[in-house]
């Protein structure tokens, strides 16, 4: 069987995905206020290799070229996010003109060249300012956030029609307040169940607020999901051990938004978050998104632990179970985006899902000019491949982004693992397409892929 982009219907969003501290650069200029990642990428220790995303891409001084570049990939939306600090340096109140116009020439160039521009809100940068109020932790944030979003919908809401309101609460409250190990590098269950808490309510909040600014907009947003395993399948204590692992990552934001509450049942610890509840805040946390993104890029093994607090589990990575993976130790098997789409579409209140990210980070081979990256290019169409079977099973999915238009800023790994479609030298900042960005361009042209009956592409 073959298949074309075609095949996914002509209503099938295909793009690209980028962050604005992974790409943006310029961290000062222009009257843009530090965020957390500023700060955290500068304490010693927290970024391999001590990198920082001072620079990053330089995408504020490049977007036009790489603007123009997703426009000959053949690419038509363009996900990006908005850099708090960089319209309102303090968090709140006064507005930066020069932040404001920056995105306004991003758009305007978007749709110039016919790039539907796809913005999320928030992926991970809160303004230092905030932070030192307590940042997620302090439930003013919903304040904080709300009057960001105003600004957002009011400034750039008349040209833009997709927002997204968070990028992967999970991940940013789990590793930037209970690990530490992202910005703004707190630990602890306290700090993490407040943070997750406020995340979930902001984004209702920001779908609400969205909706009244602008009722045609369409609203979503995005989580991470993993498909998870018990790692012995028949072993009791594991698959107990999975059930609360899946509780924590991938259901724990999405489920309170649909009002089915924090699933505490599976994951008991997660009763604490009553603390932090006010009046009428189960009501909050609900909002009927247009669409949600789900953003996937392996599977994990789950074992009992009973050492590990709180969850009494553990994940077994990739590297320690001898299996195909990543320069992230993710695994690499496809069939974990099928399991994902049809796991969201079983919600009956998720009206559409949008894969907003999906991708893999290997080590390129650069010869005579080219880039040549045969396992992302195998990752990519034996990925997209498990979208369209999960398609054709009905699954209401209707767009695919890939993590990532171009190398860039990759958090605590700093340059290293590099995810791109688009190669970039970070001393010259010359961009090169690699052979997967130079595929993905022909696939949205149309080009036919072939299928076999394991679900693996292969070309005639
Ligand atoms: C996701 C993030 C994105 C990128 C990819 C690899 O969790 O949303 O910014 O870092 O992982």
């Known amino acids: 069987m073959g298949f074309t982009k075609d095949d996914f219907g002509e209503g099938f969003a295909w793009g690209v995905s980028t962050a604005a501290y992974q790409v943006e650069g310029a961290h000062n200029a222009d009257g ?164 997750a808490h406020h995340a979930a309510l902001c984004q209702a909040e920001g779908g609400r607020m969205i909706k009244s600014l602008r009722n045609h907009s369409k609203v979503g947003t995005t989580f991470s999901y993993s498909h998870i395993e018990p790692f012995r399948s028949t072993n009791e204590k594991d698959i107990a051990a999975g059930i609360k692992v899946d509780a924590l990552l991938n259901r724990l934001f999405i ?18 978050i009553e603390r932090y509840m006010h009046p009428h805040d189960e009501k909050k946390l609900q909002f009927d998104m ?36 990543t320069l992230m130790d993710w695994e690499v098997h496809p069939p974990c985006i099928y399991h994902a789409l049809h796991r969201y579409n079983s919600y009956d209140k998720i009206k559409e899902i949008v894969v907003t990210e999906n991708g893999a980070a290997f080590h390129d081979i650069q010869e005579n000019g080219m880039v040549n990256d045969a396992e992302r ?10 979208v369209l079977l999960a398609k054709r099973e009905g699954i209401k999915v209707n767009g695919y982004f890939v993590w990532t238009l171009m190398d860039n800023f990759e958090w605590a790994e700093g340059y290293y693992p590099r995810f791109g479609l688009v190669h970039v030298d970070f001393a010259t900042q010359k961009r090169t397409v690699k052979n997967s960005g130079k595929w993905y361009s022909e696939f949205l042209k149309n080009t036919t892929a072939m299928i076999n009956e394991e679900g693996r592409v292969f070309y005639k």
């Open 32 to 195: 843009k206020g530090p965020s957390i990642w500023d700060t955290f990428a500068k304490r010693k220790r927290k970024i391999m290799g001590g990198h920082h995303g001072d620079t990053a891409c330089d995408f504020y001084n490049r977007y036009a070229d790489d603007l123009a570049l997703i426009y000959e990939m053949n690419i038509s939306n363009y996900r990006f996010s908005i850099s708090w600090s960089r319209i309102l340096p303090h968090g709140i109140g006064a507005v930066n003109k020069k932040g404001i116009d920056f995105y306004n020439r991003v758009i305007d160039f978007c749709l110039e060249l016919g790039i539907e521009p796809w913005i999320t809100l928030y992926h991970w940068d809160l303004p230092e300012a905030l932070q030192q109020k307590g940042g997620w932790t302090n439930r003013e944030v919903i304040h904080w956030f709300s009057y960001f979003v105003d600004c957002c919908i009011k400034n750039f809401g008349d040209r833009v029609k997709y927002w997204m309101v968070l990028n992967e609460p999970m991940v940013f409250t789990g590793a930037g307040y209970f690990l530490g190990v992202h910005a703004p590098g707190k630990k602890g269950l306290s700090s993490f169940l407040a943070a």
């Open 290 to 325: 247009d669409f949600v993104g789900l953003q996937n890029y392996t599977r994990e093994m789950v074992a009992y632990a009973p050492l590990m607090p709180f969850v009494k589990a553990k994940i077994i990575k990739a590297s320690q179970r001898n299996v195909t993976r």
């Open 377 to 386: 290019l195998q990752y990519l169409q034996d990925h997209i491949a498990q």
């Open 255 to 272: 489920e309170p938004l649909m009002g089915l509450g924090y699933p505490t049942k599976e994951l008991k610890i997660l009763e604490r």
